[in-house]
Structure formats: structure tokens, C-alpha cells
């Protein structure tokens, strides 16, 4: 079985591989191709910590995953000098179920929850944007920045994140694809010339105010993957084209689109389709060059499966990892 570490799955699935791997798995989604149940959750209170597990099984047109990724988040794993998400992704040979893989998850994830929003990006926003503003200044935000890079001439970037140290390292640790990378001293700075925002914060209560968007913008919301958090007001769902990576999985756990509903704002028609949808042709995105467009990102398992086995097959080509008994 192969062993890819985090600075193997980071050389073996590099960005623009990674978007087109989200490309097929939101694809063979939306086109009923994936068994993905709904993910289990664990919570351990007396930790302040949550597990979930997440298993998917994709079938398109370059061939077959199946993959088991296991994500846990502990609020108090900085105090112990761990990182606050730890994860890993088991994947098995589609015919037999031989165990052919282990990953390191956490790289996984930033990757390909950042591809999606390229992804997203790619499909949504206006041809010609300049500006992006990250909100948040994590992991996620990094890998966020990178996929809008990747598919959109980001000149500046605007970072906002409470804490200020967060910031200074994310410009500090940021590649150089976005020339002119600033920190924002509020997240009204951020987003008011911002054409794209990446919303990726831990953040129970929306990150930045309706009134402060520019026109035109598209936001990728990420952050909230439960009912009772969110990152974006009801204001901005409200005129927001919106879409999302699965409607069961977003009406299930995404509070940014589940609080509006249960305000009596929107309904689940609000939500115009499933990116997989706008990948097949089956569905319309942006309008005009005016609309809002909202992407809202629970994190769902065909990604995992789908950017788990493009791993280990560009792993196996180059000579990436370590081999051990099985």
C-alpha cells in the first residue's frame, strides 16, 4: 500500500490538476454516477472536538473511485501544538475493495476544497476580474487563493482575518501567482472592490456586510458546514444567484442557506442548481455581468474520492511516497 505524507499529496495533485478532478466528480454527481451517503458525524464534547466520516464511490467517463476519508476537528489542538484538523483518506482498488492507499486528509481537503472554488470561480464569475479578498486567513484561504488564481489574472488581493498575526503570515507564506497581496484592516476594506471573495473562516455569524459588495462579485462561501454557522447574511443569499456542490448535502448542513430558509427569506428553490449541473450544460450560471453569484461548499466525498485517486495515480507515475506491507 502507497503512504502519501502532506508534502507528497501537495506535489502529487497540484492545482490545475485538482480543478479538473472537481470537475469530474461534481460532474458524475450531479449526473447520478457517485453513491455518496451522507457523512457521519461524531461529536466529542468532552473534547470540544466532531469526526466525520465520509465515503464516496464515482463512475464517469476516465474510470472508477472509491475512497473512505475519516475528518476530525478539535477546537483545542493549537493548545496542544496540532493543527485543528486532522484527517486521512483511505483509498480502495473500485473491484476488490483492496485498501491501495493511505493519504494525509488535511492536505487533501485544502486542495480540493480550494478547487472547487476555482472551479466555481471558473464557471461563475466575470471573465476579466482583477480583485480578490480573502476572508480568513488559514489553510484553507491559501489553497482558496491559489484556485482563483489559477483560473482568473487576480492582480490584488485583500486579506482580512482577526487576527493580525494570521494575516501577516498568509502574505508572508502566499506563492507569488497575485502580485499585490494587502492586508485589510476590516472585512468592509476587503470586499467593497473586491470581484471575487473566499469566504473560509471558522466564524459562527456572517463575515461581512450585503451593503459592502461591489456589483457584479461572486463569492465562494466554504467555512460552514452546520446548520447553526454561517458566513454570509441573508441579504446577500437573497439577490445571490446561488449555487451549491450537492442541494441534499447544502439543505442538510449548510446554515448559510438553511437560516434564510427557516426565516421565511428564501425557499430551497432559491437554489439554482448544483455546480455538477453547470459543468453538464444542464443549468445556467451568471446572467448579466451585474448578478451576485454565490457558491456554497459543504465538502462532499465524491471530492475526496475523486482528488484521492488523482493522487495516487500521478503519485505512482512520478515515484511519490512510501510502500509498506499490507
Given at each position: 500500500?502507497?503512504?502519501?505524507?502532506?508534502?507528497?499529496?501537495?506535489q502529487?495533485l497540484?492545482?490545475?490538476?485538482?480543478?479538473?478532478a472537481?470537475?469530474?466528480a461534481f460532474?458524475?454527481l450531479?449526473?447520478g454516477r457517485?453513491i455518496m451517503p451522507?457523512r457521519?458525524?461524531?461529536s466529542?464534547?468532552?473534547?470540544?472536538?466532531v469526526?466525520l466520516v465520509?465515503?464516496?464511490?464515482?463512475?464517469?467517463a476516465e474510470g472508477q473511485?472509491?475512497?473512505?476519508?475519516?475528518?476530525s476537528l478539535?477546537d483545542?489542538?493549537a493548545d496542544?501544538?496540532?493543527?485543528?484538523?486532522?484527517s486521512?483518506v483511505l483509498?480502495?482498488a473500485?473491484?476488490t475493495?483492496?485498501?491501495?492507499a493511505l493519504l494525509e486528509g488535511?492536505?487533501?481537503?485544502?486542495?480540493?476544497?480550494g478547487?472547487?472554488?476555482?472551479?466555481?470561480?471558473?464557471?461563475?464569475?466575470?471573465?476579466?476580474?482583477r480583485t480578490a479578498?480573502?476572508?480568513g486567513?488559514g489553510v484553507q484561504a491559501?489553497t482558496?487563493l491559489e484556485?482563483v488564481?489559477?483560473?482568473r489574472p487576480?492582480?490584488?488581493?485583500w486579506?482580512?482575518?482577526?487576527?493580525p498575526?494570521?494575516v501577516?503570515a498568509f502574505?508572508?507564506?502566499s506563492f507569488?501567482?497575485a502580485t499585490?497581496?494587502r492586508?485589510?484592516?476590516t472585512p468592509?476594506?476587503a470586499?467593497a472592490?473586491?470581484?471575487?471573495?473566499c469566504?473560509a473562516?471558522?466564524?459562527?455569524?456572517?463575515v461581512f456586510?450585503?451593503?459592502d459588495?461591489a456589483?457584479?462579485?461572486h463569492?465562494?462561501?466554504?467555512?460552514?458546514?452546520q446548520?447553526?454557522?454561517r458566513e454570509?447574511?441573508?441579504?446577500?443569499?437573497?439577490r445571490a444567484r446561488v449555487f451549491?456542490?450537492?442541494r441534499?448535502?447544502?439543505?442538510?448542513?449548510a446554515?448559510?442557506?438553511?437560516?434564510?430558509?427557516?426565516?421565511?427569506?428564501?425557499?430551497?428553490?432559491?437554489?439554482?442548481?448544483e455546480?455538477?449541473?453547470l459543468?453538464?450544460?444542464?443549468a445556467?450560471g451568471?446572467?448579466?455581468?451585474?448578478?451576485?453569484?454565490?457558491?456554497?461548499?459543504v465538502?462532499v466525498?465524491?471530492?475526496d474520492?475523486?482528488a484521492?485517486?488523482?493522487?495516487l495515480?500521478?503519485?505512482m507515475r512520478?515515484g511519490?511516497g512510501q510502500?509498506v506491507?499490507w
Amino acid at each position: 500500500m502507497l503512504v502519501l505524507d502532506a508534502a507528497a499529496v501537495r506535489q502529487a495533485l497540484p492545482m490545475d490538476a485538482a480543478i479538473e478532478a472537481m470537475r469530474r466528480a461534481f460532474a458524475a454527481l450531479s449526473a447520478g454516477r457517485a453513491i455518496m451517503p451522507m457523512r457521519s458525524q461524531i461529536s466529542i464534547r468532552q473534547h470540544d472536538g466532531v469526526s466525520l466520516v465520509m465515503p464516496a464511490f464515482v463512475d464517469d467517463a476516465e474510470g472508477q473511485s472509491l475512497a473512505v476519508k475519516v475528518v476530525s476537528l478539535f477546537d483545542h489542538n493549537a493548545d496542544r501544538g496540532l493543527p485543528h484538523i486532522q484527517s486521512a483518506v483511505l483509498v480502495l482498488a473500485p473491484d476488490t475493495g483492496q485498501p491501495l492507499a493511505l493519504l494525509e486528509g488535511a492536505a487533501l481537503t485544502a486542495i480540493r476544497t480550494g478547487a472547487a472554488s476555482g472551479l466555481a470561480t471558473d464557471l461563475l464569475a466575470r471573465p476579466a476580474v482583477r480583485t480578490a479578498a480573502m476572508l480568513g486567513a488559514g489553510v484553507q484561504a491559501r489553497t482558496q487563493l491559489e484556485a482563483v488564481c489559477a483560473v482568473r489574472p487576480i492582480e490584488t488581493v485583500w486579506v482580512y482575518d482577526p487576527d493580525p498575526a494570521a494575516v501577516e503570515a498568509f502574505i508572508l507564506d502566499s506563492f507569488a501567482a497575485a502580485t499585490d497581496i494587502r492586508p485589510a484592516s476590516t472585512p468592509r476594506q476587503a470586499v467593497a472592490e473586491a470581484d471575487v471573495i473566499c469566504a473560509a473562516t471558522t466564524s459562527r455569524t456572517p463575515v461581512f456586510a450585503d451593503t459592502d459588495l461591489a456589483a457584479g462579485v461572486h463569492i465562494n462561501a466554504v467555512g460552514s458546514y452546520q446548520p447553526d454557522v454561517r458566513e454570509v447574511p441573508t441579504e446577500t443569499v437573497v439577490r445571490a444567484r446561488v449555487f451549491v456542490d450537492s442541494r441534499e448535502a447544502a439543505l442538510h448542513e449548510a446554515g448559510d442557506l438553511i437560516q434564510p430558509i427557516r426565516q421565511g427569506a428564501i425557499t430551497a428553490d432559491h437554489i439554482l442548481a448544483e455546480l455538477g449541473e453547470l459543468v453538464l450544460g444542464r443549468a445556467a450560471g451568471r446572467s448579466c455581468a451585474a448578478d451576485v453569484t454565490l457558491f456554497k461548499a459543504v465538502g462532499v466525498a465524491v471530492q475526496d474520492a475523486v482528488a484521492a485517486m488523482a493522487a495516487l495515480d500521478r503519485a505512482m507515475r512520478l515515484g511519490i511516497g512510501q510502500t509498506v506491507s499490507w
